[in-house]
């Protein structure tokens, strides 16, 4: 299945790019996802400490994907 992952901020800088196509198996999660994306773009944080948005919602890692979602690494946010 195909799923459209957007990089955002630091995480796009690091990936030189704001959007991956991955190839995934039936019945993958987004922890596959988090761990596909930090194999294919050195530099990013630990898979498991990705925070991931599918289809506009903040999903855990154990969230099961489908064929034609859209994934967002949202990095960490700073301010005061």
Same mark, same amino acid.
């Given at each position: 299945?195909?799923?459209?992952?957007?990089?955002?901020?630091?995480?796009?800088?690091?990936?030189?790019?704001?959007? %991956?196509?991955?190839?995934?198996?039936?019945?993958?999660?987004?922890? *596959?996802?988090?761990? *596909?994306?930090?194999?294919?773009?050195?530099?990013?944080?630990?898979?498991?400490? %990705?925070?991931?948005?599918?289809?506009?919602?903040?999903?855990?890692?154990?969230?099961? %994907? *489908?064929?034609?979602?859209?994934?967002?690494?949202?990095?960490?946010?700073?301010?005061?």
């Amino acid at each position: 299945m195909k799923i459209t992952v957007y990089l955002f901020a630091t995480y796009r800088e690091i990936a030189g790019t704001g959007r %991956l196509t991955l190839d995934l198996a039936p019945g993958d999660t987004v922890a *596959s996802l988090a761990s *596909s994306v930090t194999a294919l773009v050195p530099g990013l944080p630990p898979a498991d400490r %990705l925070v991931v948005a599918v289809n506009n919602e903040y999903r855990d890692h154990d969230f099961i %994907l *489908s064929d034609g979602d859209e994934a967002a690494l949202i990095p960490p946010v700073s301010g005061g």
